[in-house]
């Protein structure tokens, strides 16, 4: 007895994601879609995301936590403190 044996053909679709600007996405998908082509819209940005943070920056030296100091004489300072790294730093220069 023989049988056939029917495996499904997968294809490959490419999907494409643009963002949605009025006439001109409608025309591009139009031609994307002809080309056997998946389009997906994606909202354009928000207004939080066009402008920079509006917090102030914060200087490195000026935080607290964790650090690294890599030293002249070819050793590593790993530490932690609850002051700031620039009073650390000063204080591990001094104790050289």
Do not use: W
Not at 63 to 80: L, M, N, R
Request: positive net charge; proline residues 7%; charged residues 20%.
């Amino acid at each position: 007895m023989i049988f056939n044996l029917i495996l499904p053909i997968f294809s490959v679709t490419p999907k494409i994601s643009l963002p949605y600007i009025k006439g001109t996405t409608d025309k591009i998908t139009k031609i994307l879609k002809k080309h056997n082509s998946n389009v997906a819209f994606t909202p354009p940005n928000a207004i939080r995301q066009l402008f920079n943070s509006v917090k102030d920056s914060i200087n490195p030296n000026h935080q607290k936590g964790v650090y690294s100091i890599p030293c002249s004489c070819v050793k590593e300072y790993i530490g932690d403190v609850g002051r700031y790294f620039n009073i650390k730093i000063k204080e591990h220069i001094a104790n050289l």
